[in-house]
């Protein structure tokens, strides 16, 4: 029998017997990258499908991210620019232009998760009935045999319909691995990299083992710069309200554990934390601030928060609501480093435990920081001003469904991105751009508390300055037809900037573009043509190179 009798006899065969349907690109992952590549390759007249694990489409920014990071706004435009402006839109048609609303939503870069998920549904009817299909509660298992290839291209994937417990088959000319963990590059043999590379690998800074004080250093006692396996930490962005009218009151959350949040009571009354002007603060200046603090007054110790600030950093959102994050500042937040290293190569089954441990010990933070009678009254009081916004994640108890996953696998692309490709001076625009970006290197703890660090390992920040990214980053090295925006090409360092949203949109649809051409041209997903693909996402307006005039031609 021949590979090519083989393929079609595995297609026609039990094992794929319920095929689904076939589509010209198939997209796994209903985060915005494969929101956006979907919707650019229905613009170019494909149909597409989206298979997403969950009941819901947008990933982050639907549950939480609702500051928008991005360092220069305009730098990264095209369907993100269009997300941004029909955010601020719904402002503004709700409320009124001059509303504290449209205000709060800063021209439509900070949005309440349900906002963000309804624009992306919006963004989704938009490309078109018959166009564009979306298919949730289907899950992709990173398994090889999930894969049907012949030779270097990918023919199908089996598909589990959660709902339902039945395998589908979804054909397709070209697939779009929009995960956050890679999971379809992974499968279909593309090799990748976890963990962080050592300083001596690249010459880039913040690289390996580093404990840094927040934020630009200077660098502690014990670290190494040596590279090792190590993830950084996922935690949940939480939506919360300082409103009592839309105020849920946290509960005490099963399996909750004390002594994991005990540390921080010393914190609070010392003043301890990790910002660098703390690093002048002796034993008696926080002996001092012990005294302060125990006769009812908040800290007064440098670089210290008080209240719920001292757990997590909040941005605020429209309607009284908060995008609250990990707290850089703090030995103890949301972050649960060390116990996700597996999560990127895990089965779903460990993903989903890990996710209610997260989420069991988020709520037991907050609910030690409300209610823990060893912590002062008034820390707690000014604690409890705050609680999960009751009109969000009605379905979840006003709970964030997604974890954040802020680096999973980084699948290995034709162009490998490191920290030299976004420090200014890196030197002139990728002739194969296809969008610019800019934030800064940034990578959030790989390890717990250790006693005596400046800091939790590997936490960093560094300037960058506005750059371009190569479409070689999303392109594998073999295989034909898979294209991964989300899991991009890089090193540790390098993909620390190149994980935010914008970035991620701005690749989907890259990606969906670049899809759609190799489809017209009958050719595979390197041999693209770039020239055409630049000028078509011109036209849609992305920036490929961003200038004071915003935009340039490469």
Known sequence: ?????????????????????????????????????????????????????TQHVGGLPANGLGATDIATRGATTGLFAKFVAMNRAYYVEKYGEGSRQVRDCSDGYHFEPSVAAATFERMLREAGPGKLDVKTMRQFDAQPENVVRHGERIVAIRILDRTTGREETYRGKMFIDATYEGDLGAAAGVPFRLGREGAEEYGEPCAGKI???????????????????????????LCLTDNPSNRLEIAKPENYDRTEYVPLIDDILTGRNTDVSFSRVDAAGMA??????LS??????????????????????????????????????????????????????????????????????????????????????????W??????????????????????????????????????????PHVTSVTASHYALDSHAVRKREEGRVHLDGFFSYPTAVYTVPYGVMTPKTVENLLFPVAASGSHVGFSTLRMEPCWMALGEAAGVAASLAIDHNTNVRETPIAELQQKLSEAGATLVYTTNKQSPI
């Not at 595995?10 to 690109?25: E, H």
């Not at 992952?29 to 694990?53: D, F, Q």
């Open 387 to 428: 609680g999960l916004a009751a009109d969000e994640y009605r379905d979840n108890g006003g709970f964030p469904r997604q974890v954040y996953v802020r680096e999973g696998r980084r699948l290995e692309g034709a162009y490998f991105f490191t920290a030299a490709d976004a420090l200014s001076g890196a030197g002139t």
């Open 211 to 237: 404990y840094r004080w927040w934020k630009h250093g200077p660098d502690g006692e014990g670290s190494t710069y040596r590279g090792d396996s190590a993830i950084q930490a996922y935690n949940y962005r």
């Open 288 to 293: 001092e601030n012990r005294r302060r603090v």
């Open 296 to 385: 009812g007054l908040p800290t007064a110790a440098p670089g210290d928060v008080w209240g719920m600030a001292k757990i997590v950093s909040m941005t605020r959102l429209p309607n009284a609501k908060t995008d609250a994050n990990n707290q850089h500042l703090a030995f103890i937040s949301t972050d649960l480093p060390e116990e996700n290293w597996p999560w990127p190569t895990a089965s779903w089954e460990w993903r989903d435990g890990f996710a209610k441990r997260l989420r069991d010990y988020t709520l037991g933070l907050l609910w030690f920081v409300q209610n823990d009678e060893q912590l002062p009254a008034h820390f707690r009081k000014a604690c409890r001003e």
């Open 1 to 53: 029998m021949t590979r090519r009798i083989l393929i079609l006899a595995l297609l026609t065969g039990p094992a794929l017997r319920c095929v689904a349907a076939s589509y010209d690109v198939v997209v796994v992952g209903g985060a915005p990258a494969g929101i956006t590549a979907a919707v650019a390759a229905a613009r170019e007249g494909k149909s597409c499908v989206i298979l997403e694990r």
